[in-house]
């Protein structure tokens, strides 16, 4: 059906009819919509039942992907890209007056995640299928994603993000697999058989029913599953007695706690306000989908030693921590096994990323909260703790210091990161230098002590939906270049080095660029009503607001530009549109300042003639994954300016290479490696490095006064912000800015990088005038950029972390 065009019409319309009672004539794109959607996903059925089917006949081993977050955005297109149908239905649709583009627009973003980490989870759920392996995902089923923003007079401002609002075509229902999770009650200890047992007696019981969606791998590969679990009412109000007082309210009551533990996905950091339901949140992930996990593992009737060998659990940061203890306490007081070998079970089933060095991220709960809410399995956090503290002193007697700095339950906490990584066989961070800055720093104590525990795994990101969905142009100019394999194969993006100084191919790569920025100019000019040059350098800056990603840095230098046209007015220059689109978290004042202060910015330089023909800013509201998709294929240069040794790897910054953007950027992340792969010409360095900013942390020597005053550009911006003047100012509006940079000592080095990075910024408006140039370093870009696709760095954690080979090994590159 889905490769004949004419057969994919008369079931469509068929369809329709008997759906929705409509002709295709009276169909509108929300109707046309929903049945693309509910027959892509009714005709991948049978697969997705053999899929499974096939993984416990194989007794495959199975991993599980447990991840507070999963950013997939829309399924349409790339399910359709997939399973190869896109070109029938393209073609099917238009013959029925329809754009497909149209139709993928009707599709709301699945926002249940925050950013980067949210994201990598689902281009890694795509690279397991599409690579054939045994691979699922397992999270919460939010009912609200990530707030959407809006932007009013210059503030960011939340609204709901009420993405289930029509019934969400991927998913499945599968009320018979709920489970039973339970919080709160109290510990009683009785002696059974010479053994003791653990009795949790009062607790409060929810149900945690799971929504299935599947994962469709590109090509003739298999469908996975992602499970996300949503909470439900364990009460039967049939059966609540009258007799006990106020049982309506009670059940109310209940019911409406039972509903927000998967009601709203947290904002990063929120603050300690909700915190307990956030707590709530992990241990409901972690003991529903470890429930899931076993009961599948028990269907193959094998002993619980057999875990290992059969089922990998991984976690994505310390978020879903707690299933190390809650597997502890199914083994020993469900399953009977002793602590020493259930232990050793846990401990070769669960691996770990990190994705943060910013010590005010990483986890940790009071112990007032967690045992309170998850009485045994805070008991089992002790026991683990003292355990491991143990074995510290009778390996090192004198080891008092070293026990107060990697315990788990120290100073009244439970620290996450800590019972992570003494529970789990692999921890790995996200970037080379992450990596090394975690073994070195962070967590030295904890690779003094399990040194072939810790390794690496740069990012990457699915090529599927960012380039060859997203910018499906290039895709085909790369294809008549290189051929179609790199798609199966990304590595072989290579073989477009060869055609770096192709003068044909550089034109056409051209001119898609500009056919990008002339859509993205479009999309702006519906948007926001601001015409923009498809000409102008498009330098854009695109992810989560925060301090240490410095897109105070970017707008700062904006303000340097717009006061220097002003001095110059009839110099000469590469004109230059900024783009920002960023989310801050609803209690992060400082982010949202900088919001404030970016639509300021943008306000007086595109209302000024003098200034709007050579320089124009743009804040686009929010930025989710289909708005990325919209503007990174448009961008020429990619901002990734983090202060070196904060961004653990950043992810966005591999999408634009990919798309053919030349970096801006530190040596901070997965930069570093980008920079090994292209060399100085490729790229455009600037700024401290990750070793010269912990000198200045240690040495003090930073005063960034000193600059403010020695630097007249750099003083004048500044002053800019709390006097009256071209961005300023209503009740000191930017004084929150002004103080973190002056008073407290500009945390993240802005000021000192500014120099450099202005520097930068003139380099490259002088190789953007020598288009061949330009055009030569865009190609080779490309051709690196397939190092970085989730592809390679699956088939990595798979080889060196989960030991699992795929299912259809013709797949594997
Ligand atoms: C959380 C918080 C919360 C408290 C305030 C400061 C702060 C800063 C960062 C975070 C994010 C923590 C985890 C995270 O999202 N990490 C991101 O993971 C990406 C995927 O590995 C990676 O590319 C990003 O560099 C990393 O920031």
Not at 102 to 117: F, K, M, S, V
Not at 258 to 267: D, H, N, R
């Amino acid at each position: 059906m889905f490769n004949n065009k004419e057969l994919f019409k008369s079931a469509f319309k068929e369809q329709l009819v008997s759906r929705l009672g409509k002709d295709i004539e009276e169909a509108t794109a929300g109707d046309i919509y929903k049945i693309l959607g509910t027959l892509i996903r009714e005709f991948i059925g049978r697969e997705w039942a053999e899929t499974n089917r096939s993984y416990m006949d194989q007794q495959e081993k199975q991993v599980y992907y447990f991840s507070m977050e999963f950013l997939i955005g829309r399924l349409l297109g790339n399910n359709l890209l997939n399973l190869g149908m896109l070109r029938t239905v393209r073609e099917g649709l238009a013959d029925l007056g329809w754009n497909l583009e149209e139709i993928e627009e009707q599709e709301p973003d699945a926002g249940l995640g925050n950013g980067g980490l949210g994201r990598l989870a689902a281009c890694f759920l795509d690279s397991l299928a599409s690579l054939g392996y045994a691979g699922h995902g397992c999270g919460i089923r939010y009912r609200f994603g990530l707030f959407e923003q809006k932007i009013i007079d210059g503030h960011q401002v939340e609204l709901p993000d009420d993405w289930l609002q029509k019934s969400n075509v991927w998913e499945e229902r599968r009320a018979d697999k709920r489970v039973e999770v339970r919080f709160w009650g109290q510990v009683e200890v009785a002696e059974k058989d010479g053994k003791t047992q653990f009795n949790t007696v009062n607790y409060e019981k929810v149900w945690a029913v799971p929504y299935d969606v599947p994962v469709i791998g590109y090509g003739d590969s298999q469908v996975n599953t992602l499970r996300l679990w949503s909470a439900e009412s364990a009460m039967d109000p049939a059966r609540m007695g009258l007799e006990v007082q106020n049982s309506y309210y009670k059940f109310l009551e209940y019911n409406r706690s039972v509903e927000s533990i998967s009601e709203f996905l947290y904002p990063d950091d929120s603050g300690y306000e909700g915190k307990i339901l956030r707590l709530k949140q992990q241990y409901f992930l972690c003991s529903a989908g470890l429930q899931s996990v076993l009961r599948t593992f028990d269907k193959l009737e094998l002993p619980y030693s057999e875990l290992p060998n059969k089922v990998a659990i991984h976690i994505n940061d310390t978020h879903p921590t707690l299933v190390i203890p809650e597997l502890m306490r199914i083994l020993v007081d469900d399953k009977g096994l002793g602590w020493d070998e259930a232990w050793d079970i846990t401990t070769q089933t669960v691996s770990y990323t990190n994705h943060t060095l910013l010590s005010e991220a990483l986890e940790k709960w009071p112990v007032n909260m967690v045992r309170e809410l998850l009485p045994r399995v805070y008991m089992i956090i002790e026991e683990i703790n003292k355990r491991f503290c143990g074995m510290l002193l009778d390996r090192f007697p004198d080891g008092q210091d070293l026990v107060s700095k990697v315990a788990i339950v120290e100073s009244d906490q439970v620290k996450m990161a800590h019972l992570a990584i003494v529970g789990s066989y692999s921890v790995n961070g996200v970037a080379e230098l992450h990596t090394e800055l975690l073994k070195t720093n962070v967590m030295k104590p904890f690779y003094d002590l399990f040194p072939d525990r810790f390794n690496n795994k740069t990012n990457g990101i699915t090529h599927r939906r960012w380039l060859i969905h997203a910018n499906p142009e290039l895709s085909n100019v790369i294809s008549e270049t290189i051929g179609t394999w790199w798609m199966k194969r990304p590595h072989q993006l290579l073989g477009l080095e060869t055609f770096k100084e192709d003068s044909a191919l550089r034109e056409k790569i051209m001119k898609i660029k500009r056919s990008n920025k002339l859509r993205l100019a479009e999309f702006i000019r519906q948007k926001q009503g601001v015409m923009v040059d498809p000409d102008s350098i498009f330098d854009v800056q695109v992810k989560r607001l925060h301090a240490y990603k410095r897109q105070l840095m970017n707008i700062l230098h904006v303000m340097y530009l717009y006061n220097d046209i002003k001095d110059h007015p009839s110099v000469d220059r590469v004109p230059r549109t900024f783009i920002f689109a960023a989310k801050a978290a609803p209690g992060y004042y400082l982010a949202k300042s900088i919001i404030k202060l970016i639509n300021v910015v943008a306000n007086t330089v595109n209302k000024d003639p003098q200034v709007n023909s050579k320089l124009k800013v743009l804040f686009l509201e929010n930025y989710s994954v289909s708005l990325a998709e919209k503007i990174i294929p448009a961008a020429d240069v990619s901002e990734q300016i983090s202060t070196a040794g904060k961004e653990a790897s950043g992810t966005g910054n591999m999408k634009f290479m990919m798309n053919g953007a030349l970096t801006i950027g530190t040596l901070d992340g997965a930069n570093v490696e980008m920079h090994q792969m292209l060399g100085d010409d490729n790229m455009f360095l600037f700024g401290l490095t990750s070793e010269e900013v912990l000198n200045y942390y240690k040495n003090g020597e930073y005063i960034a006064k000193d600059v403010y005053q020695k630097d007249p550009r750099i003083k004048r911006v500044m002053d800019q912000l709390v006097s009256p003047g071209p961005f300023c100012c209503h009740e000191r509006e930017f004084n929150l800015i002004y103080q973190s940079i002056l008073e407290h000592n500009d945390e993240f080095f802005v000021l000192k990088d500014f120099d450099s990075y202005a520097n930068t910024h003139d380099t490259i408006d002088q190789v953007y005038l020598n288009t061949p140039e330009w055009a030569t370093k865009t190609i080779v870009n490309i051709a690196h950029a397939g190092h970085f696709s989730s592809d390679c760095t699956i088939n990595r954690y798979a080889a060196n972390i989960w030991d699992i080979r795929p299912v259809r090994p013709s797949l594997h590159v």
